[in-house]
């Protein structure tokens, strides 16, 4: 997974880092099903499909949400592409990629 | 002959020439037209062609060109009648519903199958945020899911409902759903998300209806992977980004602010992320950023010569004292081959941002600090016959090595080779001592003979699960996570003292 740290937060605009790479991401983003929503400092860990322009299901505008929820795939293990992870200062939760 | 059709020829190839013929029949006869559309949205390229081509873009190309030519050309809403979304719909074959409240929303619920439902009808507040309208085809009773086993995102019953939403805050951007949601790939973009799709004018339609300053009608909707928009309106073709920065063929960089620099072709080179002068033999980074080491193997220069071989460039440089060192480069001034047999030792990020480096032989390099061609992963051919000492992150991300030869390496550091799944031949025979990660990602290698190596850190060879020889007659103490997916993981673990700290769950 890719280890991104959102940079800042503009409504639904989030610019995230890949400290690695040093490469900057712009993604409309919505989060379902959180008490809180990730903020500025926070990391973002993404499989590298979700920033591959190539990637047939890549998009610029992202919705997750708990994976349990049936409005995204089921997520048989960690490798999915749809398997997100937020890490908090104090906790990290996963989620999956919601569509529709 | 129309000599737009030769303009384009000339600066972009016979190829994307003949495209613009088939994609734009009516501009490319009216004389200029086209040719001066095109140059003025896309730099000169020879690549265009493939890029578009290569990436199935023809649609999106054409309509990015259409869009300019509706624009300027002025064919205006008010001059010409545009008929409502609701009877394109119904031309189409739908009865087009436009969503006020989230009940409304919620009552297009029926449609969908369970397990197949639109996140939509979850979020009771994207009717706050998009414009939202569903669209059911006149015969939707007739059209049955248990018909559909091998469901496709745009076959009948997948597009007998549809939902069409519309982002309320700028950019503007629109977006398909369909019937089968997430159980086919990329639900979001049904019609790949182009109104045109469903029927012809409806974009306008939708735009002139409902005031949309609609995106993907306009000019940031078209985009080719590897490709910049510049602040002089055209995109660029790119070799590498870092930090917000382009590195392009033919001697373009385009800035943070998108400005376009051209460098004087007849005083400097550049390729990868360097730029060679001529004028004063000397070889630099480009742009901003941390220097590289590779720009460090290269200085007192007396002589450069530039080689072509049909699409492939060689760059060979005498140096004031030592051997001719020689640079490769692709067709679009990327590195793909080094030689240089002056060179003992490499400071930190050589060729860090690398990608394309297929042979390297740096025949003198006795040590090389860290990041040493971390990105790269096209090296087949690796010659270092003299290297003792490796830093960290060596060919972190390098995939395609499948034989390496190190002979006279002694020490490394952490993550050496981390990432390399090919490899299944590794001859490091004075091996003693390797960092953590060492290997983390093989799957591959089968057998492993270290004579020497006395110690490894965490994590080594982590994920191999094919590993049969293992021969390490001199390795006592292991750490955590060695050969931490290995079905036989527990006989391997037999032979060694686990490292006091070290916890190993069997």
Known sequence: MVKLQILNVNDNIYTLLNIESNKTYKFSLNFYGLQKLPQVGDFLSFHSELLDKNYVEYSESYQFGPIEEIYGREILNRDSVDYILITYSDKIVSLKRFFG | ?506
């Open chain 2, 1 to 506: 002959m129309n000599k737009d059709y030769e303009i384009l020829k000339k600066k972009y190839g016979e190829h994307f020439a003949k495209l613009c013929r088939s994609l734009f029949p009516s501009l490319i006869e009216k004389e200029g037209q086209l040719s001066s559309l095109i140059i003025e949205k896309f730099a000169e390229s020879k690549f265009l062609y493939e890029d578009i081509v290569n990436n199935s873009l023809q649609n999106g190309f054409k309509n990015y060109i259409m869009s300019f030519v509706k624009r300027d050309k002025g064919v205006s809403s008010a001059n010409s009648y545009i008929e409502s979304p609701f009877t394109l719909m119904k031309k189409a074959g739908y009865t087009l519903y436009k969503c006020e409240t989230d009940n409304d929303v919620k009552s297009f619920r029926k449609y969908w199958e369970a397990g197949e439902e639109l996140c939509t009808f979850w979020d009771n507040k994207r009717i706050n945020s998009h414009l939202i309208f569903f669209a059911v085809k006149d015969n939707v009773n007739e059209i049955k899911r248990e018909n559909f086993k091998s469901p496709l995102r745009q076959d009948e019953y997948g597009t007998s409902v549809i939902s069409i939403q519309f982002t309320k805050s700028t950019p503007i951007t629109v977006s398909i759903k369909n019937r089968y949601n997430h159980t086919v790939v990329n639900p979001d973009a049904t019609f790949s998300n182009d109104l045109e799709n469903i029927y012809a004018g409806l974009t306008k339609s939708f735009v002139e209806e409902y005031y949309l300053n609609l995106v993907n009608d306009e000019i940031h909707s078209f985009e080719i992977p590897g490709y910049v928009l510049a602040q002089d309106g055209r995109m660029y073709k790119y070799n590498y980004e870092i930090g917000n920065i382009y590195y392009c063929p033919n001697n373009i960089i385009i800035e943070e602010n998108r400005q376009v620099t051209y460098l004087d072709k007849d005083k400097e080179l550049l390729f990868d992320y360097f730029v060679l002068n001529f004028e004063n033999k000397k070889l630099t980074r480009a742009g901003k950023g941390i220097e590289d080491g590779f720009v460090y193997g290269i200085k007192d220069i007396n002589k450069i010569e530039i080689k072509k071989y049909n699409n492939e460039k060689t760059i060979i440089i005498t140096p004031k004292i030592g051997e001719n060192i020689l640079i490769t480069l692709d067709n679009t001034n990327r590195i793909i081959k080094y030689i240089n047999s002056n060179i003992t030792e490499i400071d930190d990020n050589f060729l860090q941002y690398n990608e394309k480096l297929s042979e390297l032989d740096l025949f003198s390099l006795k040590r090389v600090r860290n990041w040493f061609l971390k990105y790269n992963k096209e090296l087949t051919k690796l010659n270092l016959p003299k290297l003792e000492n490796a830093g960290d992150y060596f060919l972190n991300f390098n995939k395609k090595l499948n034989e390496l030869n190190l002979p006279n390496i002694i020490i490394t550091g952490n993550e050496f080779l981390y990432d390399n799944q090919e490899l299944t031949i590794l001859n490091l025979p004075k091996l003693e001592n390797a960092g953590d990660y060492f290997l983390n990602n093989n799957e591959k290698i089968t057998e492993l003979n270290l004579q020497n190596l006395k110690k490894a850190g965490s994590s080594f060879l982590y994920y191999n699960e094919a590993l049969t020889v293992l021969n390490v007659p001199k390795l006592k103490e292991i750490e955590e996570g060695f050969l931490n997916s290995h079905p036989k993981r527990s006989s391997f673990i037999k032979n060694f003292t686990l490292k006091p700290e070290t916890v190993v769950y069997l």
